[in-house]
Nanobody
Framework: QVQLVESGGGFVQPGGSLRLSCAAS????????MGWFRQGPGKEREFVAA?????????YYAESVKGRFTVSLDGAKNTVYLQMNSLNAEDTAAYYC???????????????????WGQGTQVTVSS
C-alpha cells in the first residue's frame, strides 16, 4: 500500500510559478511511475507529467506543459515535485499525484495505469 500527500497548490497570477510536492510512503515495485494529473472544472482528468523508474529513468510531459513544467524525484525523500512556470489560466485545475507500480510504457500517460492517488491540491491561475 502506498500513501501520497500533495502540497504546494495555491493562487498565482498569469506568468507566475508554483512548485507542487508529493510525498510517498509505503512500498512500491522497483519498476514504477510517479505521475501528475490534473482535472479542471467540467473536464476529464488529464496527464501532465511523469517519471518512470525501470532500470533507468524516463521523463514524460504533456505537450501543453513542455518547456514550462519540470518533474523531478528525490529518491531519498520519496518525494516527486512538479515545478510549474509561466502559468496561465488554462493550467487552473486540481492537481493529483499518482503511483503506478509495474506500469507499462503505454500506460504512463493514462490514469488507469496508476493504482495509488493523492487527495489533490488546487492550483488557480488568475489576475
Amino acid at each position: 500500500q502506498v500513501q501520497l500527500v500533495e502540497s504546494g497548490g495555491g493562487f498565482v497570477q498569469p506568468g507566475g510559478s508554483l512548485r507542487l510536492s508529493c510525498a510517498a510512503s509505503g512500498r512500491t515495485a522497483s519498476n514504477y511511475a510517479m505521475g501528475w494529473f490534473r482535472q479542471g472544472p467540467g473536464k476529464e482528468r488529464e496527464f501532465v507529467a511523469a517519471i518512470r523508474r525501470a532500470g533507468g529513468t524516463t521523463y514524460y510531459y504533456a505537450e501543453s506543459v513542455k518547456g514550462r513544467f519540470t518533474v523531478s524525484l528525490d529518491g531519498a525523500k520519496n518525494t516527486v515535485y512538479l515545478q510549474m512556470n509561466s502559468l496561465n489560466a488554462e493550467d487552473t485545475a486540481a492537481y493529483y499525484c499518482a503511483v503506478g507500480p509495474r506500469i507499462i510504457t503505454s500506460m504512463v500517460t493514462n490514469p488507469r495505469g496508476y493504482a495509488y492517488w493523492g487527495q489533490g491540491t488546487q492550483v488557480t491561475v488568475s489576475s
